[in-house]
């Protein structure tokens, strides 16, 4: 049974260009969390979704952040013209339906995104 | 002020020691976890606590609702447990975000 999947496990861009980071959460999981940890700080929670919908994005920023969770595949968090400032490790979790108050939680390796 | 403070922020000790990390938080919570960060790793849950203590190996974390803290234990420290080991609360939020606020995390070392 695998984990959480994330990739690109390290990803490069220009400012200005796009990042897409890309999450495929545990067999069986349907609930995604989205968390940026910044150099030298602690995790922050971007957004929360459910197959096909967003529970909760009150920790995204306002604007160029977007993420998904379509019917079918990995759920994407996209970053649109990126800055320095998004330079960050973006870490994915999944937990079973409604399973976070009681139940484990399960994380990807990450995503490093160097903006240059 | 930060809603989860942990102490230390950093602790260096011999192989062997017992180990002790706090936290403590200033908001009512469902539910707390404790979390481990290799560097430059992926972040693997340690426990989830509501109430009372649990134990896993040479972990252990017990919490103390009406205090609002919570510790985490190591025993027979090896240099393999160094990592960085993060407190998140589940905040009580009535529908609302379903997610993790995180404390800093406790940089610890363990020397052979």
């Known amino acids: 049974n695998a984990g959480v999947m994330q990739n690109p496990r390290h990803l490069v861009r220009r400012r200005g260009q796009e990042a897409r980071l890309r999450c495929s959460p545990m067999?069986?999981?349907?609930?995604v969390y989205w968390y940026r940890q910044l150099p030298e700080e602690g995790l922050k929670f971007m957004v929360y979704?459910?197959?096909?919908?967003?529970?909760?994005e009150s920790g995204m920023p306002k604007e160029r952040f977007s993420a998904e969770f379509p019917k079918e595949g990995p759920s994407i968090l996209r970053i649109q013209q990126v800055v320095r400032g998004d330079s960050a490790a973006y870490f994915c979790?999944?937990?079973?339906?409604?399973?976070?108050?009681?139940?484990?939680?399960?994380f990807g390796e990450g995503s490093r995104l160097t903006v240059l | 002020k930060n809603e989860v403070e942990q102490s230390p922020q950093n602790l260096t000790a011999q192989e062997g020691e017992f180990i002790t990390i706090n936290c403590s938080y200033s908001v009512g919570i469902s539910a707390l976890h404790w979390l481990q960060q290799h560097p430059g790793g992926g972040i693997v849950s340690l426990f989830m606590?509501?109430?009372g203590k649990k134990k896993h190996g040479r972990l252990i974390a017990t919490i103390n609702i009406q205090e609002k803290h919570s510790s985490l234990h190591i025993t027979a420290s090896h240099p393999r447990d160094s990592a960085v080991y993060i407190c998140a609360v589940v905040m009580y939020s009535g529908g609302g975000a379903d997610g993790l606020t995180f404390g800093k995390g406790t940089h610890l070392i363990i020397q052979p």
């Open positions: 067999k069986g999981h349907s609930h």
């Open positions: 979790a999944s937990s079973l339906a409604g399973a976070l108050r009681t139940g484990e939680l399960f």
């Open positions: 979704l459910q197959k096909e919908n967003i529970i909760d």
């Open positions: 606590l509501s109430s």
